[in-house]
């Protein structure tokens, strides 16, 4: 795939962000989501 071996670090919290790292995930990134523990 186009971004094998590439690690996305996903801070988001807004629907643009998890829907651009999981277009990157659909192409082979590996990516780490990362929550806050106090959100809602």
Do not use: C, W, Y
């Not at 996305?8 to 990362?34: C, E, N, W, Y």
């Amino acid at each position: 795939m186009k971004l094998d071996g590439l690690t996305v670090l996903d801070l988001s919290l807004f629907l643009p962000g998890p829907a651009a790292t999981q277009h990157m995930a659909d192409h082979g990134a590996r990516v780490i989501k990362v929550e806050n523990p106090r959100a809602p």
